[in-house]
Nanobody, 116 residues
Framework: QVQLVESGGGLVQPGGSLRLSCAAS????????VAWFRQAPGKQREFVAA???????NYADSVKGRFAISRDNGKSTVYLQMNSLKPEDTAIYYC??????????WGQGTQVTVSS
């Protein structure tokens, strides 16, 4: 079973940047498409971005052009570079398998707060 540890969140002003990391245990991580999700207070968890094993990426419309997902299989880590942050990006961010039928246990997530 893959264990996931998200980090890199924090408090940032609107227009600022953060880089999130998702470190995984388990080599199977390197052979799966991986996605970032987020959950804002009172809302359901939503898809943010995904990356395949070959590096193809996909983004939610709300973050296109501002966020960039990448991966380093040597470190079993996926990153989310977030630029031009907006208050509506405030949420807990999680990573997991991009496939609904092969989800791993959710990690604790990392809190991102965008506020002046």
């Amino acid at each position: 079973q893959v264990q996931l540890v998200e980090s890199g969140g924090g408090l940032v002003q609107p227009g600022g940047s953060l880089r999130l990391s998702c470190a995984a245990s388990g080599r199977i991580f390197n052979f799966k498409s991986v996605a970032w999700f987020r959950q804002a207070p009172g809302k359901q968890r939503e898809f943010v971005a995904a990356i395949t094993t070959s590096g193809n990426t996909n983004y939610a419309d709300s973050v296109k052009g501002r966020f960039a997902i990448s991966r380093d299989n040597g470190k079993s880590t996926v990153y989310l570079q977030m630029n031009s942050l907006k208050p509506e990006d405030t949420a807990i961010y999680y990573c997991n398998s991009a496939s609904k039928i092969s989800r791993w246990n959710w990690g604790q997530g990392t809190q991102v707060t965008v506020s002046s």
